[in-house]
Each structure stands twice: as C-alpha cells, then as structure tokens.
C-alpha cells in the first residue's frame, strides 16, 4: 500500500482539462512543498514534469500544473492532447526514503 | 546534457547472483546522489535506495534492506545494485536515476532502465 493515494484513472477528451489527485497521510507530506510529478508513456522511463509542487522543468509544457492544499497535491492538465495519455506518479518524502503514490493512468478518449 | 545509461537486460534464476550498472555523464558524477527505483510488471515505482558517490553514504529503503547493495565505483562514474541471491520476485524494470533538492526526494535524471528476469 502506497503511502501516497491516487486515483488507479481518469480520462477526459482533446482539449479538455482534467486533474489528478495526490493524498498524503504524513505530518511531511503536509507541511512542506516536497511533491514532485512524474509522466511514463509505456515501454518509457518516467520523467519528471513538476517538482516543489508547482514547478516546471525547462521544456516541460506549460500545460502542466501542480497544486497543494493541505494534505492533498493536485496535477492539473489543460489542454488535453492525444500524447498526454500516460500513467502519472506522485512523489514526496519519508524519513528514510523517497515515496510514491500508486500511479493513475490518464486515458485521454 | 545529463544521461544515465544503465547496462543491457538480464535473465537469471533463482538463487544466481546480478551486479546491473548505471553510468553518469555530463555532470559532476560526484556529487549528487544516485538512486535506484524498482518497477515490477504492471505496477508503480518503489524507491529502493540511494548513495553518494563522493563519499559512498547509502540509504536504504526498509523494504530493500538486506536484500540488495548499492555501490559506486567514482573513477568510471558508475553506480551498481546487486543481488546475491535473486528471487523469482525480483523479476522488474529497474532505474538508476540522480537524486536532487531537498532530502535528495526529486528524481530529476532516469536511465533507461534495465529489465531483470528470473525465472527456472
């Protein structure tokens, strides 16, 4: 079991904005800005499109966006195109290691 | 441009031993910590462990303690993870990547991975 939660999918269409949840259960997770994002096509390794909540890396499309509100990280996704259909990864800290949520597939119909 | 570039896909059986290697480039191999992320068929991403190449400090996620090692050999800028024994559950994709920020908790470079198979 995850020690992040997410939704196992979520679909919506072209152009459509869709949002994947990220819930944490640790006093960490809560109170800092530590969630990173993580898309994989498949038969790809993942790659990371937003890191301290909100941020972008250079190249990574504006059209991806984090969020946080209290125990819960948010990955919002605008525009939906055809190429964003992958699984994504939620990612934060523990003590010890880093953890990640159990992936949601975005299938975008 | 950072890469990582792991070694070639491996089948073994159960009970073998397995070194899979990792090597960094266009960066300071030094100094940042190196990871290693588990992926069995079908399902999510497990943090197995991680080390710093400057001074070979290594953490150990609980569930992988014991069962792996992670080392780095700094004159080739590489990093290994190994098995004594494999299990049939051993059987994944794995992927070094380099670890930043703070708590070294964001993944910011992924090799290609390296597909293990152990199997009778």
């Known amino acids: 079991q995850s020690a992040l939660t997410q939704p196992d999918s979520v679909s919506g269409s072209p152009g459509q904005s869709i949002t994947i949840s990220c819930t944490g259960s640790s006093a960490d997770f809560s109170n800092y800005d530590f969630v990173s994002w993580y898309q994989q096509h498949p038969g790809k390794a993942p790659k990371l499109i937003i890191y301290?909540?909100?941020k972008r890396p250079s190249g990574v499309s504006h059209r991806f966006s984090g969020s946080k509100s209290g125990n819960t990280a948010s990955l919002t996704i605008s525009g939906l195109q055809t190429e964003d259909e992958a699984d994504y990864y939620c990612?934060?800290?523990?003590?010890?290691?880093?953890?990640f949520g159990g992936g949601t597939k975005l299938t975008v119909l | 441009e950072v890469q990582l570039v792991q070694s070639g896909a491996e089948v073994k059986k159960p009970g073998e031993s397995l070194k899979i290697s990792c090597k960094g480039s266009g960066y300071t191999f030094t100094t940042y910590w190196i990871g290693w992320v588990r992926q069995k068929p079908g399902k999510g991403l497990e943090s197995m462990g991680i080390?710093?190449?400057?001074?070979?400090?290594?953490i150990y996620a609980p569930s992988f303690h014991g069962h792996v090692t992670i080392s780095v050999d700094r004159s080739i800028n590489t990093a290994y993870l190994q098995w004594s024994s494999l299990r049939a559950s051993d059987t994944a994709m794995y992927y070094c990547?380099?670890?930043?920020?703070?708590?070294?908790?964001?993944?910011?470079?992924w090799g290609q991975g390296t597909l293990v198979t152990v199997s009778s």
């Open positions: 301290d909540v909100s």
């Open positions: 990547v380099r670890q930043v920020g703070t708590a070294h908790y964001l993944l910011d470079n």
């Open positions: 990612s934060s800290f523990t003590s010890s290691s880093t953890v």
């Open positions: 080390i710093f190449p400057r001074d070979s400090d290594t």
